[in-house]
């Protein structure tokens, strides 16, 4: 299953290893400056885990903390520099399930975050048979409920586009060939040219702003996601 962890940290050193090592261990990984910046992620596609820092500009970690817990009991790992029992206590009693202080090592959070999500694994797997989320990169597909989110937000698109996403959100980093894309958004009874596969790529780097669609010259497309 591929879990998506969602950090909370304003430190551009922290934020850069705590994203390496989450990607290199196979974690979707969306990374926010700013809990305010956090909100839209949590209030459109939830992410599987929150990972928060204590002191950050505007809401800090307790507060956004308390407001994931009023709503789910999505498992959180806050870390502060802060190294007082009082604030451990509080963290804990706020909601979070686990607490690092800094300098923390990236292996240990590593390690944490695999324990936490063995210890939730059943709940997470029932919740995912519900839903069917496919996620690639900030590319999220709900296939029961053939919703679409790019960057935390939900996403208008036509039928042939949520197909296609969902052919690249299934299949990252392989490369499609126009004539096979062709066969499997427009069918069998297609008689037209390969164009309409260009053209439907075209609006959807349209819509979905920054989205690593990526053309394979002379071949086709590919949906790159590099944490896979």
Known sequence: MNYHVAVVED???????VTAYLKKDGYTVSMFDS??????????SPP????LDIMLPGMDGFEFCKKIRRESEVPIIIISAKDEEIDKI???????DDYLTKPFSPRELL????RLFKRIQPILDEDENKSQKIAAQQLIVYK????????????????KEYELLLIFAEHPNRAFSREELLLKVWGHDYYGSDRAVDDLIKR????????????????????RDEGK
């Not at 809990?35 to 459109?44: C, P």
């Not at 599987?48 to 990972?51: A, P, S």
């Not at 509080?90 to 979070?96: P, R």
Request: aromatic letters at 10%; hydrophobic letters at 45%; zero cysteines.
């Open 144 to 159: 029961n409920d053939r919703r679409v989110f790019w960057l935390g937000k939900e996403q208008e698109v036509t039928t």
């Open 204 to 223: 959807i780097r349209k819509k979905l702003v920054d989205i690593p669609l990526e053309t394979v010259w002379g071949f086709g497309y590919r949906l």
């Open 48 to 51: 599987d885990m929150w990972i």
């Open 11 to 17: 430190d551009p050193n922290i934020q850069n290893i």
């Open 35 to 44: 809990a305010e910046k956090a909100l839209q992620l949590w209030e459109t």
């Open 90 to 96: 509080l963290g804990l009693e706020l909601g979070s």
């Open 111 to 114: 390690a944490r975050v695999k």
